[in-house]
Structures are given as structure tokens and as C-alpha cells.
């Protein structure tokens, strides 16, 4: 990493971890640590995929506000993101990897129970 990149991204995770997180936040973290792999068509791609998916942010605003919030704020306090980063930065890449597909999971999980209403 260059000098500064680890306090960036550690900034970053601790604001995507907060219960006021938006998905810039959420995009901006995840966008960060594929730029600094380096891989400039990865990077392109998570650009347009973020200009995409901030399109349709105001979307996914009114589904959660009009649904049950409380399935989105309970399942997302935690630390997700500074799990991650702490696995970067430790030099471990199989438990980053680890920790970045328990995060898939469990956010896979989250939006099926907001779209299905469960609490």
C-alpha cells in the first residue's frame, strides 16, 4: 500500500460500518481497496458498476423507508469492514477473502429478508 492508503481505507470502513451508512459509503470502501489492487479494467468495471448502482440508490431509499427498517440497522451494526481492512492490512489475503465473502453472505441474507418483509 502507499503511504496513507491503510488510514484511508480504515477511515473508509469505519463510515461504512456506521448505522448511517449510505451506499456511497458502502460503494466508496468497496471501490477503494479494488484500486489499490491495481487492476485498472477491475477498477473501470467497479466504477461504472457504483455510477450504476448509485442510479438506482434512490430506489432501494424508498423500498427500505416504506419496509422494516429495523431488519437492515439490527443486521448491519457491527464491523463488517473493519474486519476486513484489519485482514488486509495484517497480510493475510485468505482470511480477507474469508471475511469479504462472510460479508457477501450475510448482506445477501439481509435483502432477502427486507424484500420479503421478515423480521
Same mark, same amino acid.
Given at each position: 500500500m502507499a503511504p496513507g492508503e491503510a488510514t484511508y481505507l480504515t477511515e473508509l470502513a469505519h463510515k461504512a460500518d456506521d448505522l448511517a451508512a449510505t451506499l456511497s459509503d458502502e460503494m466508496q470502501?468497496?471501490?477503494?481497496?479494488?484500486?489499490?489492487c491495481g487492476n485498472s479494467r477491475l477498477a473501470s468495471?467497479?466504477?461504472?458498476?457504483?455510477?450504476?448502482?448509485?442510479?438506482?440508490? @434512490?430506489?432501494?431509499?424508498q423500498m427500505?423507508?416504506?419496509?422494516?427498517?429495523? %431488519? #437492515?440497522?439490527?443486521?448491519?451494526? +457491527?464491523?463488517?469492514?473493519?474486519d476486513v481492512v484489519?485482514?488486509?492490512l495484517s497480510g493475510d489475503p485468505?482470511?480477507? @477473502?474469508s471475511c469479504l465473502k462472510a460479508y457477501i453472505r450475510e448482506a445477501k441474507n %439481509? #435483502?432477502?429478508?427486507?424484500?420479503? +418483509?421478515l423480521d
Open positions: 470502501f468497496h471501490s477503494a481497496i479494488i484500486h489499490m468495471l467497479m466504477d461504472t458498476f457504483c455510477i450504476q448502482a448509485l442510479t438506482f440508490d @434512490e430506489r432501494s431509499r427500505v423507508t416504506s419496509g422494516d427498517a429495523r %431488519v #437492515l440497522q439490527r443486521e448491519r451494526a +457491527g464491523r463488517a469492514h473493519r484489519e485482514k488486509i485468505e482470511a480477507a @477473502e %439481509v #435483502l432477502v429478508k427486507a424484500l420479503m +418483509g
